[in-house]
């Protein structure tokens, strides 16, 4: 496969980017060199190699959860730009 203009341009769309014709440019070229790597890996003979899930032999290792600062609500409500007494106030995102 090879990255073309349209094919940028329809990512970029995607992304919501606005990119400049000699950005437009560079992202061909830095797409294609992602996309010869990945060929490249793909001659790799990975016959009789385990997939692996974990980067390690420990699974699932989790550590206590400790509390290291806390801060009372006033100081909460100091960086919050919109509180009233008790709350941060915030934009409903949700409609009914």
């Known amino acids: 496969m090879n990255i073309d203009s349209e094919t940028v341009d ?20 830095d797409m294609n060199k992602i996309l010869d790597f990945m060929a490249k890996l793909n001659e790799v003979d990975t016959a009789g190699v385990e997939p692996l899930v ?22 909460a409500l100091q960086n919050a730009p919109k509180h009233d007494d008790k709350y941060i106030l915030v934009a409903k995102v949700i409609e009914k």
């Open 10 to 29: 329809k990512i970029a769309h995607l992304a919501r980017l606005e990119l400049a014709e000699n950005e437009k440019q560079e992202m061909i070229g």
């Open 54 to 75: 974990y980067m390690s032999a420990e699974v699932n290792t989790l550590r206590d959860d400790e509390v290291k600062q806390q801060i009372t609500t006033e100081e």
